[in-house]
């Protein structure tokens, strides 16, 4: 009895523990759980060095495979630099080794790490599997590198040729890396403020500090003692910049230090667990992107990147901060400087000079990657919410969809399907048919996504767990047991993914057998994998925890959540036999992330503050390679104010910019004032949206209400499936150059300083304008329009002027969207369940006419899921409308005068936006047969305008070549 009693006691006090832990990791932002800049040593010392505390000079510069290499030996004593002799005696001077690389299309590599010839205690985590391996073949080998004094300098300098226009430059004394025009204006500098940095592995042997590190109880031991790096970044000729997510602030980044500025903390890059965190804020919360990129009017654009997987903070400094240092510039170059600070690693940077933003997007993609291509069901409308009860509750909202005549592609589970929140399981009493269910709704185009997160419930029943300890896949602990933390299950393990051979056994964990109630339907979410640690520092992993090789959790954390991704992307990739195309979304991300899946931005509050940072951060993320983001919206556990719903977040003022054109919407509630409600969710597009819209309906009272909004909904999703052939159209853009589907305005027009800063509207490809409405109950917006071209309101087809600011009405049904003049826009216009059943459907062209009544757009076409595009399998057309004339013509490459795919498909409606004089019919040719001309409409709800001429039914086949002459 006393042993029942006492089990039963531990039982309670553990679910109390348990209870606890939960409403910790889920209650809203709690500063005091996070690190500050003064809390973490390395950003603490590394904020407190002063400009030209650098002692370092360049030596024994030589050739070397390629490369120009040089050793960089201290100048000073270390007695001079503050050190104390016993110091001195315990670490005796190492040089350290640097080398410059130069490759095509004018990118700069450097490398500094500790010189191996001088027997470190261990090498330096070097980031694997993020750059291309075809990046290599770019390298441009050096035979020969110039020395000479370079503007009056007093020592000499080394010259790297990088193309016809720059050169990259290495001063001897003091040590400077920079990148210039040839005999010209500087583009990037590193280290021209001498604040460069390099804590060098060291052996323990005595007591001290150094040799650990605590915050909130936490004890992290550091083995090799401190070993961060820190250096400054210029940017000349910038007028802002941007990049570095993750973080909930501007696109245009504030400056962290400077006159105004000094306490305020540096952006932080460290992937955590943040749930509703706060807006305009440089911390850091899931995912890791060390790239960012400079803009200016007169330089043009401009980036840095470097690839570390360390926490990473990072200052940019504010107007006035040289003047503060005592360091002053020549009065005609503008530049912005930046102070880069790693806990580990080794420096491997990338400098890239664009000139244009364009070009700097595609040069870092042709280190990293461009995204992957997406199953074009994948761009299309999803439904998620946490969480579906049982499969009667699924049925139930997917035939609510068809009674409501709403459209979705794919519905998502939550970690309550499971068994026991043990992953790859079915609770088989709420989902006893999972292989029927997923069938039954893929009998109508759709699919179903399941969440995997890493943490492996520690039970001994539990086939995975019990193979992985047998394995010994797990990551360990600093004694070098299997680290044991907590997260949804209680007491879990989390797999060694920087292991290859533990990814490929992950990997093998999605295959039918192995993921039993798993169908070729089924796709994958990974959250929680940056990774979260209920219990852990920071809410994660310890950073003294051991992975393979040896490498510290502080050396790869970053990354941790980038493998996991890669493995199960991988897992999907061999399900299917490397047939299909896989979906995996993923929370915490990494350069390269792109290359595999999608992210969304996490946990974020229901308020309209959260609502307007969401545009720059999609925007940012789309800027550093990651085109398929997305954002929530509404919240993820807190409840939804109807007057919120009412006054615009979900129906038509926030819903409909992010259904029809931005990358990411959540609006994600479990009850409205306390009752049950059913939710559609949308995770839209790689531009992925996990366009989280939901669609809220109160199951009492209000019916009016509830049908307004329905209908607010149905209409804006609908506009969404109407552009899914353009949206996919930029996808294989993004997946081939690295452009993002969803642009700021300054990348269109990077010579117009009014849209350098505006981060509240944005672009979708070259031909749409967005502007989002963020505060509540407005009535107008106002909205800028850059100049050069007309731009044509999507509803309505009137004209409006650019480079004029605009006060424009906010209607309830719509927000503020135009498409430019001088662009051809692909539309689908019937309606289905499904973008599956779209696939044989006719085309609609919009045509928005410029001032020479001329345009152009494309289009491409593949089966949406499988690789055989890659072999050249897909239709890729040019639309040319010039001399009343509109051409389609074939861009794809050559194929020996095979097709290697086709399609049925016609153009039904051709829509011309601008008033084109005297028309009456159109001659298609060489068909050499009339098509009748009309006015309007230019929507389906749209009515008659004689801003919008209509040629219906020309019939002709999207994958021929044709001319419409419009007579």
């Given at each position: 009895m006393a042993k029942t009693m006492t089990r039963a006691t531990s039982l309670l006090v553990l679910t109390f523990l348990l209870l606890l832990l939960f409403l910790n990791s889920v209650s809203s932002w709690k500063r005091d759980e996070f690190r500050t800049c003064n809390q973490t040593p390395f950003c603490k010392r590394a904020r407190s060095r002063k400009p030209g505390s650098c002692s370092l000079f360049a030596t024994d510069v030589a050739i070397n495979d390629g490369d120009l290499i040089a050793k960089l030996i201290p100048k000073k004593p270390r007695e001079e630099n503050g050190e104390d002799e016993q110091a001195q005696e315990d670490e005796p001077i190492k040089p350290l080794l640097l080398r410059l690389s130069a490759y095509q299309n004018g990118i700069l590599r450097l490398k500094i790490d500790e010189d191996p010839s001088f027997d470190p205690p261990k090498k330096r985590f070097e980031v694997p599997d993020v750059i291309l391996p075809e990046f290599h073949n770019k390298k441009l080998w050096l035979q020969s590198v110039s020395t000479e004094v370079i503007d009056g300098d007093s020592a000499p300098s080394s010259i790297v040729y990088l193309s016809d226009d720059y050169e990259a430059v290495l001063r001897h004394d003091p040590f400077v890396v920079y990148v210039r025009k040839k005999g010209g204006d500087l583009v990037l500098s590193m280290n021209s403020h001498g604040l460069f940095d390099f804590e060098q592995l060291r052996t323990?042997?005595?007591?001290?500090?150094?040799?650990e590190e605590r915050f909130r109880g936490h004890t992290d031991t550091r083995p090799y003692g401190p070993q961060s790096i820190s250096f400054d970044v210029s940017f000349y000729g910038a007028d802002f910049v941007y990049g570095i997510p993750e973080h909930a602030s501007s696109l245009a980044l504030k400056p962290s230090r400077g006159p105004g500025v000094e306490d305020s903390e540096p952006y932080r890059l460290f992937n955590l667990d943040v749930f509703e965190y706060i807006h305009d804020s440089p911390f850091g919360i899931y995912g890791s992107i060390p790239f960012m990129i400079s803009h200016g009017k007169a330089r043009g654009t401009s980036g840095f990147f470097w690839l570390n997987a360390a926490e990473m903070q990072i200052d940019v400094m504010g107007s006035g901060w040289d003047a503060e240092s005592g360091i002053s510039l020549p009065s005609s170059q503008n530049r912005i400087d930046t102070l880069w600070m790693s806990e580990a690693g080794i420096v491997d940077a990338f400098f890239f000079v664009g000139p244009g933003p364009k070009d700097v997007v595609s040069q870092y993609a042709s280190v990293t990657g461009t995204p992957a291509m997406p199953q074009h069901f994948a761009t299309a409308y999803h439904q998620c919410r946490w969480n579906y009860r049982d499969e009667e509750d699924v049925e139930n909202v997917d035939s609510k969809f068809d009674e409501f005549n709403i459209p979705y592609d794919v519905l998502w589970l939550d970690i309550e399907h499971t068994d026991g929140k043990k992953y790859f399981t079915w609770d088989r009493m709420l989902f006893p048919n999972p292989e029927e269910m997923q069938n039954k709704l893929a009998a109508k185009g759709r699919h179903m996504v399941?969440?995997?997160?890493?943490?492996?419930?520690?039970?001994?029943?539990?086939?995975?767990?019990?193979?992985?300890?047998?394995?010994?896949?797990?990551?360990?602990?600093?004694?070098?047991?299997?680290?044991?933390?907590?997260?949804w299950p209680g007491s879990s393990s989390y797999p060694d993914m920087l292991n290859p051979e533990i990814r490929s056994w992950w990997a093998e964990k999605f295959s039918f057998q192995n993921y039993v109630g798993s169908t070729p339907s089924l796709y994958i979410w990974n959250d929680m994998n940056?990774?979260?640690?209920?219990?852990?520092?920071?809410?994660?992993m310890p950073r003294d925890a051991l992975h393979y090789g040896g490498v510290e959790h502080r050396e790869l954390h970053n990354a941790y959540g980038y493998y996991f991704h890669m493995a199960t992307s991988n897992g999907l990739l061999k399900r299917g036999d490397g047939?299909?195309?896989?979906?995996?979304?993923?929370?915490?991300?990494?350069?390269?992330?792109?290359?595999?899946?999608?992210?969304?931005?996490?946990?974020?509050?229901?308020?309209?503050?959260?609502?307007?940072?969401?545009?720059?951060?999609?925007?940012?993320l789309g800027l550093t390679g990651i085109s398929f983001s997305v954002e929530v919206l509404g919240g993820s556990m807190e409840r939804v104010r109807r007057e919120d719903l009412i006054s615009g977040i979900s129906p038509g003022r926030g819903v409909q910019p992010m259904i029809v054109t931005q990358p990411g919407y959540c609006l994600r509630s479990r009850n409205l004032e306390g009752d049950e409600t059913w939710t559609l969710t949308e995770y839209?597009?790689?531009?992925?949206?996990?366009?989280?819209?939901?669609?809220?309906?109160?199951?009492?009272?209000?019916?009016?209400?509830?049908?307004?909004?329905?209908?607010?909904?149905?209409?804006?999703?609908?506009?969404?499936?109407?552009?899914?052939?353009?949206?996919?159209?930029?996808?294989?853009?993004?997946?081939?150059?690295?452009?993002?589907v969803v642009r700021p305005l300054w990348m269109e027009f990077p010579s117009d300083e009014a849209t350098f800063s505006n981060d509240e509207a944005f672009m979708v490809g070259n031909s749409l304008l967005v502007q989002g409405i963020y505060t509540e109950r407005a009535k107008h917006a106002s909205v800028y329009l850059p100049g050069g071209q007309s731009w044509y309101d999507l509803r309505t087809g009137i004209a409006y002027e650019g480079g004029v600011t605009h006060k424009l009405k906010v209607l309830e049904e719509s927000?503020?969207?135009?498409?430019?003049?001088?662009?051809?826009?692909?539309?689908?216009?019937?309606?289905?369940?499904?973008?599956?059943?779209?696939?044989?459907?006719?085309?609609?062209?919009?045509?928005?006419l410029n001032s020479s009544l001329a345009a152009e757009g494309e289009l491409y076409i593949d089966d949406g899921k499988s690789f055989e595009f890659e072999q050249g399998a897909y239709i890729h057309r040019h639309f040319l409308f010039s001399d009343g004339k509109l051409i389609s013509s074939n861009i794809a490459p050559s194929t020996s005068g095979k097709m290697l795919?086709?399609?049925?498909?016609?153009?039904?409606?051709?829509?011309?936006?601008?008033n084109y004089p005297g028309a009456k019919s159109a001659l298609i040719e060489p068909a050499n047969h009339k098509a009748e001309v009309e006015l309007g409409p230019l929507s389906l709800q749209g009515g008659r305008s004689p801003n919008v001429l209509t040629i219906r039914k020309p019939n002709v086949r999207i994958t021929d070549d044709w001319t419409i002459k419009i007579l």
């Open positions: 323990k042997k005595k007591e001290g500090e150094d040799w399941t969440i995997v997160d890493p943490h492996i419930k520690r039970d001994e029943s539990f086939h995975l767990h019990k193979e992985a300890t047998k394995m010994g896949h797990y990551v360990k602990d600093a004694t070098g047991k299997d680290y044991d933390g907590w997260c940056e990774p979260s640690v209920f219990n852990g520092p920071e809410v994660t047939k299909d195309r896989p979906f995996v979304l993923s929370r915490a991300f990494f350069p390269g992330s792109q290359r595999y899946g999608a992210v969304w931005t996490g946990d974020n509050s229901a308020d309209w503050d959260h609502l307007r940072v969401s545009v720059p951060m999609i925007l940012t839209s597009s790689r531009t992925m949206t996990r366009m989280y819209i939901e669609l809220i309906i109160k199951e009492r009272n209000d019916l009016s209400w509830r049908e307004r909004n329905t209908e607010l909904m149905r209409d804006a999703i609908h506009i969404r499936y109407m552009l899914l052939p353009y949206f996919y159209t930029l996808f294989r853009e993004a997946s081939s150059s690295g452009v993002p927000v503020p969207a135009f498409q430019k003049s001088g662009t051809i826009v692909p539309r689908k216009d019937r309606f289905r369940r499904s973008s599956t059943q779209m696939v044989n459907d006719p085309y609609t062209l919009v045509i928005a795919f086709s399609s049925d498909c016609v153009v039904e409606r051709i829509i011309l936006l601008g």
